[in-house]
Nanobody, 129 residues
Framework: QVQLVESGGGLVQAGGSLRLACAAS????????MGWFRQVSGKERDFVAA????????YYTDSVKGRFTISRDNAKNTVYLQMNSLKPEDTAVYYC??????????????????????WGQGTQVTVSS
């Protein structure tokens, strides 16, 4: 079992930055690939970014490439999402997710919400224009 707690959300003006953090507990963090997803009310949960257990591989949805950076600190059991040049369309609830690294052998597995076993409660990000 892995428990995930996100933090760092808030209200920011367009062009600003936020850094989300997701603290994990309950199991060996370095066994898990990690992902960030986001969801707007009434819509599906969408992939944002993911990172392999070692941090050597990262994946992004096209709309955030060059603006967002995912990273992890296995010593601190934490994964981060640095979000720069934020746009109003980035407004959503952001969720952290974890899954055993053995499940993630293709890029498609990293981007699919169904590959992840564990989810945080979400943190709201609101970008004003």
């Amino acid at each position: 079992q892995v428990q995930l707690v996100e933090s760092g959300g808030g209200l920011v003006q367009a062009g600003g930055s936020l850094r989300l953090a997701c603290a994990a507990s309950g199991s060996t963090f370095s066994y898990y690939a990690m992902g960030w997803f986001r969801q707007v009310s009434g819509k599906e949960r969408d992939f944002v970014a993911a990172i392999s257990r070692s941090g050597s591989s990262t994946y992004y949805t096209d709309s955030v490439k060059g603006r967002f950076t995912i990273s992890r600190d296995n010593a601190k059991n934490t994964v981060y999402l640095q979000m720069n040049s934020l746009k109003p369309e980035d407004t959503a609830v952001y969720y952290c997710a974890a899954g055993p690294n053995s499940y993630f052998n293709t890029r498609d597995r990293y981007t699919a919400a169904t590959t992840y076993n564990y989810w945080g409660q979400g943190t709201q990000v609101t970008v004003s224009s």
